[in-house]
Nanobody, 115 residues
């Protein structure tokens, strides 16, 4: 059974940084590109960043140059380092495989950026 548990969210001022972690159990991690996604209030969930098994990363234009995704294939974990945060980054952040599987969504972790 696949389980994804996100952590590391919180309240930060604009310009600050946060580091998110996602722990994966089950067979999802070793064979999949993983991704971070976010859903802001009143908006659809969107892709933030993805990373292949080999470590090739891709980012949404809105976070390029500010966010860095990484993964540890031994720990079954994926991370998101977020720098220069903006109020528009406020959202619940989720990890999932890419493309995402509907039944793999976890509870997410809330990131709130104050202006």
């Amino acid at each position: 059974q696949v389980q994804l548990v996100e952590s590391g969210g919180g309240l930060v001022q604009a310009g600050g940084s946060l580091s998110l972690s996602c722990a994966a159990s089950g067979n999802i991690f070793r064979v999949n590109t993983m991704g971070w996604y976010r859903q802001a209030p009143g908006k659809q969930r969107e892709m933030v960043a993805t990373i292949t098994i080999g470590g090739t990363a891709d980012y949404a234009d809105s976070v390029k140059g500010r966010f860095t995704i990484s993964r540890d294939n031994f720990k079954n974990a994926v991370y998101l380092q977020m720098n220069s945060l903006k109020p528009e980054d406020t959202a619940v952040y989720y990890c999932n495989r890419n493309p995402p599987a509907v039944n793999f969504w976890g509870k997410g972790t809330l990131v709130t950026v104050s202006s």
